[in-house]
């Protein structure tokens, strides 16, 4: 079982910037894990915002490619997503997420959320 703990969410100003972190609270980060990035506004399905594994190696949506960075730390267990140029559209809960392998399929594991809100 791995716990999550995001930071840093908040509000901001269109073409503001924020820094959202997530760690392990509890668990271990593995190696396989991939890390990642999801957000939900209300009454929409959640959609992934960015993953990258242990790697290095990272996936965008299209809405946010150029403007959002995911990275990862040295020792593999946090994550962060750099959100530079926001827009109206990226206000939401924005959770963390490791995706891990398993013989059925991923087990994931997810943060309690943090509110973005990009308003003027």
């Known amino acids: 079982q791995v716990q999550l703990v995001e930071s840093g969410g908040g509000s901001v100003q269109p073409g503001g910037s924020l820094r959202l972190s997530c760690a392990a609270s509890?668990?271990?980060?593995?190696?396989?894990?991939?890390m990642g990035w999801y957000r939900q506004t209300p009454g929409q399905q959640r959609e992934s915002v960015a993953q990258i594994t242990s790697g290095g190696r990272t996936n965008y949506a299209d809405s946010v490619k150029g403007r959002f960075t995911i990275s990862r730390d040295n020792a593999k267990t946090t994550v962060y997503l750099q959100m530079d140029s926001l827009t109206l559209e990226d206000s939401g809960v924005y959770f963390c997420?490791?995706?891990?392998?398993?013989?059925?399929?991923?087990?994931?594991?997810w943060g309690q959320g943090t509110q973005v809100t990009v308003s003027s």
């Open positions: 509890a668990g271990k980060i593995y190696n396989v894990d991939v």
């Open positions: 997420n490791v995706a891990r392998p398993t013989n059925l399929g991923s087990r994931n594991f």
